[in-house]
T-cell receptor
Framework: DAGVTQSPTHLIKTRGQQVTLRCSPK?????VSWYQQALGQGPQFIFQ???????QRGNFPDRFSGHQFPNYSSELNVNALLLGDSALYLC????????????FGEGSWLTVV | DAKTTQPNSMESNEEEPVHLPCNHS???????IHWYRQLPSQGPEYVIH???SNVNNRMASLAIAEDRKSSTLILHRATLRDAAVYYC????????????FGSGTQLTVLP
């Protein structure tokens, strides 16, 4: 049973560009959340998707947007990249049907130069 | 979810027990205490959670103070693979909740 998978694992972008990160949740999970983790800090919640809609959002600007597909996979899009967007982006999946456990992927390392 | 207080770092010797403390003095009656850990170059991993009673699972034990203002994660025999950042999080139960991470405790395990 595959866990949460994310792609790409590493990427480098230039300021002002746009980036799309992808996430496949753990089998049987229907809820996907995205987190940003700057170096040396704990992860910060960006937003959560359930039933293809954004259900919760953290304190992030509109440059951060997302999407959830009918198969529950998700994308995180960041427009007009800033140097400060350099971070590890983590996808987390869970099931609203049962359980308390939230599973994380290994993340996508984004470097903005 | 709201803030908790943890030491920035701790050290332990291999095969000895480790007690990781967490203060959550303003916890509400319905807040659970969740522990996650993050190994180097990996995403956070669920460890354990509890509400009022002490809890045990295959990874660790969670001791919750009677007034619920503090808790302690106990690793019974630390191994080198337990070296990680440990996060204590208070908040609602349920998989739909968002997790509010602090800076956590960096645990170093010495051989």
């Amino acid at each position: 049973d595959a866990g949460v998978t994310q792609s790409p694992t590493h990427l480098i972008k230039t300021r002002g560009q746009q980036v799309t990160l992808r996430c496949s949740p753990k089998s049987g999970h229907d809820t996907v959340s995205w987190y940003q983790q700057a170096l040396g800090q704990g992860p910060q919640f960006i937003f959560q998707y359930y039933e293809e809609e954004e259900r919760q959002r953290g304190n992030f600007p509109d440059r951060f947007s997302g999407h959830q597909f009918p198969n529950y996979s998700s994308e995180l899009n960041v427009n007009a990249l800033l140097l400060g967007d350099s971070a590890l982006y983590l996808c987390a999946s869970s099931s609203r049907g049962s359980g308390n456990t939230i599973y994380f992927g290994e993340g996508s390392w984004l470097t903005v130069v | 979810d709201a803030k908790t207080t943890q030491p920035n770092s701790m050290e332990s010797n291999e095969e000895e027990p480790v007690h990781l403390p967490c203060n959550h003095s303003t916890i509400s009656g319905t807040d659970y205490i969740h522990w996650y850990r993050q190994l180097p170059s990996q995403g956070p991993e669920y460890v354990i959670h509890g509400l009022t009673s002490n809890v045990n699972n295959r990874m660790a034990s969670l001791a919750i103070a009677e007034d619920r203002k503090s808790s302690t994660l106990i690793l019974h025999r630390a191994t080198l693979r337990d070296a990680a950042v440990y996060y204590c999080i208070r908040g609602r139960s349920g998989s739909a909740r968002q997790l509010t991470f602090g800076s956590g405790t960096q645990l170093t395990v010495l051989p």
